[in-house]
């Protein structure tokens, strides 16, 4: 593919300041641009580069000033950051404009497949799934009976989906993950064995949610799991069953969700978090890395950090202090020791 | 499927209070009961639902007392939740009750297979493999050459195990775990760079043990990684080279094990715990989630927590002096204060 | 395989002594061979095993000395671990010596194949594909448009690439792994909701490295997340978008390292470890297990552990002085009664 400034700048409805003729075929950072690339520069930290660039041609914002001379092609528009984002996502449209019906595929004769699909070689579609329009399923996926798919939903070579889960509209779900394998229920008998407690719920992923690479969400018990609308979830992450993950929650890699925990709306946990079972954690609520949440969290909106997680200023305090402990023990040593000399001397 | 609650009285052998041809399609918590719905309770937190709810169907203990008008069929049983455990069973066994073998899917001319496989599509059986009697393979199932399964193996989509590995009876592995992947050794050049140490053990699984999605356990640099009988594995857990899981050990989610680590029988990890390379953990040892265990534990069946983990009352009681650390800090800077005044008075 | 001792003295450049006739048919430790073993002695704590092994043989070093009677046939070399390594090696080439093309594989028609590929069934190689020499691709994995292998590039069942990634040469990948999966980025609404930030870079694996079973690597925003020569990645570990993991870097299981970080050279980092984004890790760091780094790091080759990571010997000692907290708390509670009692003396 390979664009004028030009072209770009009727796409982007933005005016040309330079060769207009100038080609590009490629998008780079504005310190790592070459012959043929297009940039941009929205944040001012970066503005030194904007004089020194070898991108061919740079988009930003109307209000951008020149303090030195210029050897790109710019493109002016009122918003630098948003226009580039738009041609970020077109150019990933195109990267990713797979369609199609691939061979060897296994697809059931019950399955109902909307209209304009991709489905790649080695991907298995079992009894009575039902996929809405525009979705694109890659090679190696695997859908169990009677799985749900709403429209627009992209599986990523490789994803698993077990029966019975309901995925909604326009659901990303990266390479690897496995979605609605059987939570983690074993009942203990008097002989130091373990039975197996049977996992029949299912997964219900709602609208606008992406799932990173990897990432792990066991089944209901019974009932459903929970990843409501808008939900993000990163690489590794482990959803036990029962969980339910508030609207627009966003989950660090690694991070780990035991249980039936139900987060609120807008939830922010860093990665390699983990959350105990059966809690609830206020809307709003942010959790540092590497954190450890044992407890109810009612108050909505506030951060925390530490394990077990207390207030996040609160544990930036005591880490300071855990830091000089040994000190700190040395100067009670001392204390203890001056004390003892001066009851001496009162006697 | 649709049971009467005569049905499933007979099947339990149950007494039926209420209309004996209610039909029931589904199974259901108590609280989320809705007609067509199967229930239990069994624990008494939950009895005021039974006089709510819109389940058709509850199975009781025989020695339920009701303290108000229930509107729905109940099943008296001597047991409520193990009989409701039964049918979860059943139905599980239902639903996966897959068989045949489809295509198109690969298996090698000196494969030996038992009664009654399901063999899924795009699985792949390598040379001189033996499977035993009703195992299920999963599509997109790889098995490499010379891994043994032994009766009742189930091994969902997507399962990887690598060479000479050994699998039991009535062995369930879920989606994306990897058994017999590489061991983690390299030796250390002077130059700075690393030589790869060949891994040429196996992993040995043993019977009635059950592994978790995207679980990676790896084979022996020589000899055998171990999971012994009756263990269970949660999703994304680490099990590393020449690694020993005791017999109906516990392991929760996101937990690792690093190599030649020995743990005993009916030991309990929490998710997220990391324990070190070369020691031994005593039988019956539970570790609370997130704690890193660093050293042997001699002592059976003691609770431990924290990382480094200490004993887990004593970390409960540092983790709350944590927590106030900069206050005790001031107390003992005012302490100093006034000794060093106290002092000057005495002087 | 079957080999007699004078077969692998003359392989290893030996000498028998013993019977050269005797013939081993597997290796094993010293402590567990038994007939048909071949082990070696090279540590002398396992010098007793020498006297009591049932290996058929034993390669021990020229200098060895023996203070008792031997029944097994030794080889004498100049170094007994160095040559038992050269044979696990052999013995892993011959164990992994796969070639051909199964069917059914999916390669698309403008794929570059180098000499002597395997490519496994159900593999999926993608448009404008180049594949170097000797390289194995394994059953059920998926190469994206546009991926550059090199050569003597293994990747074991069930590894993805997404697309325009880029992989050097003797790069070993293990399966389930995922490399080039979209990173991490969702820009905030003012509704509450995230907008997708399109990731249309790439991740470039240099020569020599080994990444772990069930590890993600995401593709960067925009440039490349790297690989650099000669790292060693163990299972399950993290690595987001645009970092730059440094040569001969090694990372232990379940790590994770956030966005926009850069690893220096012969950085180690236990298992579990987090690293926040956007920071800088000195040439030869090391970084203890469970360990959360959240600052740059510009001092080479020290070692660092604790969440937040201070000094290695730094957290050993607050490690110590966290678990007599309590009693530390108690003492200056005691310390303030003596202090009031004193005051009101000197009153």
């Known amino acids: 593919m390979q664009f004028t400034a030009k072209d770009i700048a009727f796409m982007l409805n933005g005016t040309v300041e330079g060769d207009p003729l100038v080609a590009v075929n490629h998008l780079a950072k504005i310190e790592e641009g070459s012959t043929g690339s297009l940039s941009f520069l929205a944040n001012p930290k970066y503005e030194p580069y904007l004089y020194t660039t070898n991108a061919s041609v740079v988009i930003v914002n109307n209000s951008q000033e020149l303090t030195a001379p210029v050897n790109t092609t710019l493109i002016r528009v009122e918003n ?46 079992s009894q009575d799934v ?30 698993k989906v ?38 029949i719920g299912n997964v219900v992923i709602e609208d606008n949610v992406e799932v990173g690479a990897n990432t792990t969400i066991d089944r209901a018990t019974m009932g ?18 029962n969980v339910d993950i508030g609207q627009n929650t966003v989950i660090a890699a690694q991070t780990g969700i035991a249980g039936s925990t139900k987060l609120g709306e807008n939830v922010m ?11 609830t954690i206020a809307k709003g609520t942010q959790v ?44 009670v040593n001392e204390l203890e020791k001056i004390i003892t000399e001066l009851k001496k001397k009162g006697d």
């Not at 039902?130 to 992209?154: E, F, H, Q, S």
């Not at 459903?224 to 069953?241: E, F, M, P, W």
């Not at 946990?269 to 809690?279: K, Y």
Request: proline residues 4%; hydrophobic residues 40%; aromatic residues 10%.
């Open 80 to 125: 630098a950051y948003g226009a580039f984002s738009l041609l970020l996502e077109k150019y990933n449209t195109i990267k990713l404009n797979k369609s199609g019906i691939e061979q060897p595929s296994f697809i059931h004769s019950s399955v109902k497949i909307g209209a304009e699909p991709y489905i790649g070689a080695f991907a298995y579609i």
């Open 162 to 199: 077990y029966f019975d889960c309901v995925i909604g509209n326009d659901v990303v779900i990266h390479s690897g993950a496995i979605i609605g394998s059987d939570g983690f229920g074993f009942a203990p008998n008097a002989d130091g064995t373990f039975s197996k407690v049977a996992q």
């Open 130 to 159: 039902v996929m809405g329009d525009n979705c694109k399923i890659y090679p190696g996926c695997y859908i169990a009976d009677n799985v749900k798919l709403g429209n627009n939903v992209t599986l990523f070579p490789g994803v």
């Open 224 to 241: 459903s799991t929970y990843i409501r609308k808008g939900a993000k979830l990163d690489n590794l992450v482990q959803i036990a069953h």
């Open 269 to 279: 946990l860093g990665g390699q978090v983990g959350v105990v079972g059966h809690i």
């Open 288 to 331: 540092q890395a590497q954190s450890g949440v044992s407890r109810n969290i009612t108050e909505e909106g506030k951060k925390w950090a530490g394990s077990p997680a207390i207030g996040y200023t609160a544990d930036m305090r005591s880490n300071v202090v855990v830091s000089r402990l040994p000190e700190l023990e040395k100067r």
